[in-house]
């Protein structure tokens, strides 16, 4: 199991560097603008709520979690 957050680890600063660098990988910009993430911007106030990106990456997590247990 250490081995499984080792490479997720590994695989978030890989895509930090690349999106600092402006290396964009398309379906990770796309994430935080998905239809069902609610944002308000008044004007001193902005609120953000990514329901969908945060049950889409629950949904992706969980499956590589169960994918990793079973070897």
């Known amino acids: ?3 499984v957050f080792l490479i997720i680890g590994f695989i978030f ?3 930090g560097f690349s999106n600092h660098f402006g290396f964009n990988i398309p379906i990770i910009s796309k994430l935080g603008n998905l239809p069902g993430d609610i944002r308000i911007l ?3 106030f902005s ?3 990514p ?6 990456l629950s949904i992706f997590f969980n499956l ?3 994918l990793f247990s079973k070897i």
Request: charged share 15%; aromatic share 10%.
């Open 1 to 3: 199991m250490s081995k």
């Open 13 to 15: 600063i890989v895509i």
């Open 42 to 44: 008044r004007n001193n």
């Open 47 to 49: 609120l953000y709520i």
């Open 51 to 56: 329901i969908t990106t945060c049950i889409l």
């Open 64 to 66: 590589i979690f169960k």
